[in-house]
């Protein structure tokens, strides 16, 4: 019992806890960048599978179905190691930034590279659900009309597509959110990885002299908290857009 108090003691910590929650910061902002350019990536290549059809772009269509299946059908942690030993990191990175050195920089750039490569591959099919609910008499209007291919993507079928996928977009935030511990088998400074640092230099925190089960419990269960409620809360909000989508679509049957 006085190991567990000894442990928990060490939450009291101002330093900790801001190491922690700066922690907690790095999860966020990666997560979210690599969500954005995901999207926009994804995007791209959802509508060159859909719409790439014809046999002089065709091979488009091939080169995005490959990325995509490739992406989807491969485990995160591997193209993070691949990222890791091959993808060159640019100038602008070296150099200490944020609160990290150098290294840490690097690192922090080639993992959310790994993440966004493996993320868009997931929400380019997300996005070719989306383009697919939309009906292709639609298209066929906005020629008619005398719009061009990409301004009937962009003002009429796009749209709607990210209507229709939101609640599964905020679902797949949430799952980039936890695919970001992953990170932390490469020592990038986000959630997973500094909770790993304060438990390997526990024994100075906890007045014990020495690293206790009770720390690892205490420590990790402190993450799998903060990263509960970031999902949770993210979750909420995904039932709260269903609902209502649910009684839009109810009165619109009663009208």
């Known amino acids: 019992m006085d190991t567990l108090e000894n442990s ?28 954005f350019l995901s999207i926009i990536f994804g995007a791209v290549l959802a509508l060159l599978r859909n719409y790439c059809t014809t046999p002089r772009i065709r091979i488009f269509r091939w080169l995005a179905s490959i990325y995509i299946e490739l992406f989807r059908n491969t485990p995160l942690l591997f193209w993070i190691f691949i990222c890791l030993v091959f993808c060159p990191s640019p100038k602008f990175v070296d ?17 959310a590279v790994a993440l966004i490569l493996y993320t868009s ?4 099919e997300i996005v070719r659900g989306g383009l697919n609910s939309v009906a292709r008499g639609q298209i066929e209007a906005g020629v008619s009309q005398g719009f061009h291919m990409v301004q009937v993507m962009w003002y009429i079928v796009l749209p709607q597509a990210f209507k229709a996928i939101i609640p599964t977009l905020l679902s797949q935030v949430i799952t980039t959110i936890k695919d970001s511990s992953f990170l932390a088998n490469v020592a990038v400074i986000e959630l997973m990885a500094r ?21 690892v419990f205490v420590l990790f269960g402190t993450a799998a908290i903060i990263y509960f409620v970031i999902n949770f809360t993210l979750s909420l909000t995904i039932r709260g857009m269903q609902k209502r989508r649910g009684k839009m679509a109810a009165s619109a049957q009663r009208v």
């Open 195 to 215: 909770t790993k640092q304060i438990l390997s230099a526990a024994n100075r925190y906890n007045g014990t002299n020495a690293i206790n089960v009770s720390d």
């Open 8 to 35: 928990l003691s060490m939450l009291k910590n101002p330093a900790i806890i801001s190491f922690i929650m700066k922690g907690t910061a790095f999860t966020l902002i990666i997560s979210v960048v690599s969500v």
């Open 121 to 124: 591959g997931v929400i380019a």
């Open 95 to 111: 150099r200490p930034m944020f609160g990290l050195s150098s290294v840490n920089n690097k690192l922090l750039f080639k993992a």
